[in-house]
């Protein structure tokens, strides 16, 4: 399974565009990136998922490196509703489902 | 809404009692997971079921019990719990299990577990 590090927490202000990098050295071949948001009391909410460059739904673009050993989830234009934990995952299809401590986005006023 | 039902949402026991959390999901999916989340804590995997078959247990103590009688549901039994397994529970379903392509993973509100 590979190891994930993304930061503790992040602050930004409403309107802002949020970056969020998660490390994974030692990703293998079979291995996907996915992304889940969780707000406080809730189960997490998948956001995005993929395995190489950059991936964009109607929430948040996933950038991916050749290497693919990082990752950058990107919020455009965040606001208030946007504060919330953000995981990163990192695996195949026989990984366990693990979450780790998440990042912690603040959006101010 | 993310078709994952939990019931019930909020839960209060003493230790000596015995009750079942109940997971519900009609979408089709093969694989169904439960995690605790204590205040301020990872959310910690206990089991997963992969087509009615338990394919992992983290270790978990044996006052709780998972049951899955069919692929749409899955049961948590309590049983003699202790005062710190109070927490968040929650429910999960997949498609497909681990964290392959299409693998999203859609959870339920999860219930509120407090013992007394």
């Known amino acids: 399974l590979a190891k994930t590090t993304q930061p503790i927490s992040m602050d930004s202000y409403e309107g802002q565009e949020v970056n969020i990098t998660c490390s994974h050295n030692?990703?293998?071949?079979?291995?996907?990136i996915t992304w889940y948001q969780q707000f406080p009391s809730q189960g997490p909410r998948f956001i995005i998922q993929g395995y190489k460059t950059k991936v964009t739904n109607e929430v948040a673009s996933l950038f991916i490196p050749a290497d693919r050993k990082s990752s950058t989830l990107s919020l455009p234009r965040v606001s208030l509703s946007d504060t919330a934990v953000y995981y990163c995952?990192?695996?195949?299809?026989?990984?366990?489902?693990?979450f780790g401590k998440g990042t912690m986005l603040l959006v101010s006023p | 809404e993310t078709g994952v039902t939990q019931t019930p949402r909020h839960l209060v026991m003493g230790m000596t009692n015995k009750k079942s959390l109940k997971c519900e999901q009609h979408l089709g999916h093969n694989a169904m997971y439960w995690y605790k989340q204590s205040a301020k804590k990872p959310l910690e995997l206990m089991f997963v079921?992969?087509?009615?078959?338990?394919?992992e247990n983290n270790s978990v103590p044996s006052r709780f019990s998972p049951e899955c009688p069919n692929s749409s549901h899955l049961f948590l039994h309590l049983h003699t719990l202790q005062p710190e397994d109070s927490a968040l529970y929650l429910c999960?379903?997949?498609?497909?299990?681990?964290?392959?392509?299409?693998?999203?993973?859609?959870f339920g509100q999860g219930t509120r577990l407090t013992v007394v």
């Open positions: 999960a379903s997949s498609q497909k299990r681990g964290q392959g392509a299409d693998t999203e993973a859609f």
């Open positions: 079921y992969s087509l009615e078959e338990r394919v």
């Open positions: 030692n990703i293998a071949t079979n291995d996907y």
């Open positions: 995952l990192v695996g195949d299809g026989y990984s366990t489902l693990t």
